[in-house]
């Protein structure tokens, strides 16, 4: 493995710590570009973990020019094709961002007091900090397909391309919590190393303008 697929594994790892799901009332499917977080949905809700599910999304850095439909749309069209039926879930189709995801789910489901949240493993910490803030006092839990870096990214972004968004998902635990829009979150000495090696190496495309 090279060295910048092994600073990468490390952001991968820490991104994608904690996953989990249990029995509560919702499942609320983060949009992306991995139609894979939505088959998972499906076999969870196949599986009896919720008895339905949200679908959440309109488009984001990827999907504005993967689709001319939103995400919510396009898994709802993908649900339905392995016989999820639609009584079974609930189109959201405004959110562009984890906030808005959870800030939406929040408003359609306001009685909800258990709930898992799929999304992409790398992922997973960055919905899990912005829970606190945009639902508080919800039970919640973050999960994910199980998949393997670098082996089965997703072709839609490839490697490279994932490497730049989780460079840009660690910026963003660094930034969020002093803008109020997650939780603060301690950064390993080996996570902060990696993630600046990516950055010198060029991996700076999802960065948020403007901060260092």
């Known amino acids: 493995m090279t060295l910048t697929l092994q600073h990468a594994s490390v952001l991968w790892k820490f991104l994608g710590a904690g996953r989990q799901h249990s029995a509560c009332e919702l499942i609320v499917v983060c949009g ?122 997703s072709n839609l972004i490839g490697v490279l391309g994932l490497i730049d968004e989780m460079v840009g998902d660690v910026h963003r635990i660094m930034v969020y919590p002093s803008l109020g829009f997650q939780v603060e979150q301690a950064i390993p000495e080996e996570v902060q190393v990696a993630w600046r090696y990516l950055v010198e190496q060029g991996f700076d495309h999802h960065l948020i303008k403007g901060r260092s």
């Open 32 to 153: 992306s570009y991995d139609l894979r977080v939505c088959d998972y949905a499906c076999q969870l809700l196949k599986d009896g973990v919720a008895p339905h599910l949200l679908f959440t999304g309109n488009t984001g850095n990827w999907t504005r020019h993967l689709w001319e439909r939103t995400e919510a749309d396009i898994f709802a069209q993908r649900a339905l094709a392995q016989g999820v039926t639609a009584q079974q879930f609930t189109l959201e189709t405004r959110a562009t961002n984890f906030a808005e995801n959870i800030a939406f789910a929040r408003a359609m489901f306001p009685d909800v007091r258990r709930a898992t949240f799929l999304t992409k493993p790398n992922s997973i910490r960055r919905v899990a900090l912005t829970l606190p803030v945009q639902w508080p006092g919800l039970e919640a839990w973050v999960d994910a397909p199980s998949l393997r870096f670098p082996d089965e990214v």
